[in-house]
């Protein structure tokens, strides 16, 4: 057994010595940053800083499809797979999709955090520091379920930062051009058709035991397709809202934080409960993702931005006619 799968067992005793009580901290913390904070771009877009919103989305739309080329590619078996003595905690085995390397909500956490690390750095530096150590325990929570090895937190946080920093660079040197924004947006198009094309085409693992196949590669594509459907959202509601929309947040507006909140529950029930009802049971998985990505990440670029400003601008209407 090598030393990766020793350091879970060593945390998984730790776990069943202290009955379990921390346990759920960790589930809870694990879970938010795959859960939660992917609503955070959206809602920095809508009411807090269109700018800042587009750096967030385009980090995490690009880290998720990276991280599923990875992950697709590696094709690591998860660590309960590897070993009959690694059992993972609670039901934090069921949010463990995909491949196991890299870490999916290491990255996540890297990303998120990360970026709002950076953005409060030279306003409210004790969030900054907060959003580090948040990173660090949610990595740490993926080894202490047993659902990750180390070498896969630590390349998920790793690549998390690095794109961060990568987005950063890019935005600066982009800025407010249009016409390479444009092409920006062609070239990305152009990437997740390959990314689709070279994930439903490549050889993956069949490993069978006592007739059962170990891993599924058409189950563990489903992230990916919903990458990449998010990513082509971004990528297209963008380019309309640049060209068309011109969303600007409407400051000072008493129904902005309402709409917000409305918005991101609209968000939430669509992923969380419509679609799987609808867009899954229709397309499949696969292809069900994907549909499901492009639609939320469209509707929270181009139509609630409209929805938010025909608000806004009614209720202001109305307030100066008063």
């Known amino acids: 057994m090598g030393f990766d799968l020793q350091y879970l067992l060593f945390l998984q005793n730790l776990r069943e010595s202290t009955g379990g009580v921390f346990d759920e901290f960790f589930n809870a913390l694990s879970?938010?940053?795959?859960?939660?904070?992917?609503?955070?771009?959206?809602?920095?877009?809508?009411?807090?800083?269109?700018?800042?919103?587009?750096?967030?989305?385009?980090?995490?739309?690009?880290?998720?499809?990276l991280?599923?080329?990875?992950?697709?590619?590696?094709?690591?078996?998860?660590?309960?797979?590897?070993?009959?003595?690694?059992?993972?905690?609670?039901?934090?085995?069921?949010a463990a999709t995909g491949y196991s390397f890299p870490s999916g909500h290491s990255l996540c956490a890297a990303?998120?955090?990360?970026?709002?690390?950076?953005?409060?750095?030279?306003?409210?530096?004790?969030?900054?520091?907060l959003c580090?150590?948040?990173?660090?325990?949610?990595g740490f929570s993926r080894n202490f379920l047993g659902v990750h090895t180390p070498q896969d937190v630590v390349v998920g946080i790793t690549?998390?930062?690095?794109l961060v920093a990568v987005?950063?660079?890019?935005?600066?040197?982009?800025?407010?051009?249009?016409?390479?924004?444009?092409?920006?947006?062609?070239?990305?198009?152009?990437?997740?058709?390959g990314v689709i094309l070279?994930?439903?085409?490549?050889?993956?693992?069949?490993?069978?035991?006592?007739?059962?196949?170990?891993?599924?590669?058409?189950?563990?594509?489903?992230?990916?397709?919903?990458?990449?459907?998010?990513?082509?959202?971004?990528?297209?509601?963008?380019y309309i809202e640049r060209h068309f929309i011109r969303y600007e947040i409407p400051q000072g507006s008493l129904s902005l934080p309402i709409l917000s909140c409305v918005g991101f529950a609209l968000l939430f029930a669509w992923k969380e409960l419509l679609a799987p009802a609808t867009i899954m049971p229709l397309l499949g998985g696969n292809w069900g993702n994907l549909i499901t990505g492009f639609l939320m990440v469209f509707?929270?670029?181009?139509?609630?931005?409209?929805?938010?400003?025909?608000?806004?601008?009614?209720?202001?209407?109305?307030a100066q006619t008063a």
């Open 167 to 193: 987005v950063i660079f890019a935005e600066k040197r982009v800025a407010d051009n249009d016409k390479a924004l444009d092409i920006l947006t062609v070239v990305g198009i152009l990437v997740a058709v």
């Open 31 to 65: 879970k938010f940053a795959v859960d939660i904070l992917p609503y955070l771009p959206f809602v920095v877009y809508w009411c807090v800083n269109k700018k800042l919103g587009y750096r967030f989305m385009a980090t995490a739309w690009i880290g998720e499809v």
């Open 132 to 138: 580090g150590v948040l990173i660090l325990l949610t």
């Open 198 to 238: 070279y994930i439903t085409l490549k050889p993956y693992p069949m490993d069978y035991v006592d007739g059962k196949l170990l891993v599924d590669p058409q189950k563990m594509m489903n992230d990916s397709f919903k990458a990449c459907g998010g990513f082509s959202g971004l990528l297209i509601g963008s």
């Open 159 to 162: 690549e998390g930062l690095l």
């Open 299 to 318: 509707f929270a670029v181009v139509v609630w931005p409209l929805v938010i400003r025909k608000t806004c601008t009614a209720k202001s209407g109305a």
């Open 111 to 129: 990303m998120y955090y990360g970026s709002a690390a950076v953005w409060q750095w030279n306003k409210r530096r004790w969030i900054s520091i």
């Open 67 to 94: 991280n599923g080329v990875i992950k697709l590619t590696v094709c690591a078996y998860r660590p309960w797979i590897r070993s009959d003595s690694i059992v993972p905690a609670g039901d934090s085995k069921v």
